[in-house]
């Protein structure tokens, strides 16, 4: 939404089986000549080009932007998925993902900030239970999840990589679900995807701040694989 960079968005899934998500990376300050952060997930949605080499493509220019991650997924039912990340603050190299449950927050994936390492345990219990769920009770209970508002201190690591823009609202920031004054958690997103391809994505966007008034939507499609 901001001037000039309006337009992207921090994540996505196109019926071509492409996902992308995206999170900014906690910085002190922000450089308001870097590139639109927002325009990373779209762009790999609507271009021909598989999740690693877009990144490899990306990592090129990557100091032009504020800090990032972005992680890409391409389903496919004959070359099988494959999940990819790059940070651009991590100097390291684009990468596929082994299989597995990972936690990503506004520092590189897997940066073990006790925020991640509590929503971690609680979304890997809520798949260890998933068999047993419906898709629309499975989205829900991941919802739960992301609606938990426990504050997850002392945040000495969050405090150290945020500095003077997070030491006003650490208490709040270090919960999964944000609620402040001054910067808070608008929208949360499920996407479940079948063995079959079957997609459905679920978004819940809060209407005003400081309430618990939500606005759900789902769709549901079949990727083209």
């Not at 590139?35 to 598989?50: A, H």
């Not at 936690?103 to 940066?111: A, D, I, K, R, V």
């Not at 219990?125 to 068999?131: D, R």
Request: net charge neutral.
């Amino acid at each position: 939404m901001e001037k000039g960079k309006e337009g992207g968005t921090w994540l996505g899934i196109s019926k071509k089986g492409k996902c992308a998500a995206l999170t900014n990376y906690l910085q002190p300050s922000s450089n308001a000549e870097g590139l639109g952060r927002g325009f990373l997930v779209p762009n790999f949605l609507t271009q021909d080009i598989d999740g690693l080499s877009y990144l490899k493509k990306i990592s090129l220019e990557g100091h032009l932007y504020n800090g990032f991650n972005l992680l890409t997924a391409d389903f496919s039912s004959t070359k099988g998925d494959m999940m990819c990340y790059y940070g651009n603050k991590s100097h390291e190299e684009p990468r596929v993902l082994d299989p597995g449950i990972y936690g990503l927050c506004n520092s590189l994936l897997e940066t073990p900030w006790k925020k991640l390492v509590h929503g971690k345990k609680l979304f890997t219990e809520t798949i260890q239970k998933s068999c047993s769920l419906s898709p629309k009770n499975l989205t829900q209970e991941l919802l739960n999840v992301m609606s938990n508002e426990e504050n997850q201190l002392p945040a000495a690591d969050i405090e150290e990589q945020g500095q003077d823009f997070i030491r006003p609202i650490l208490k709040e920031f270090s919960a999964l679900f944000i609620r402040s004054p001054l910067y808070g958690t608008r929208t949360s997103t499920i996407i479940l995807v079948d063995a079959e391809g079957h997609v459905t994505f679920t978004e819940r966007c809060l209407l005003k701040p400081g309430t618990s008034q939500w606005k759900l939507s789902s769709y549901q499609f079949d990727l083209q694989m």
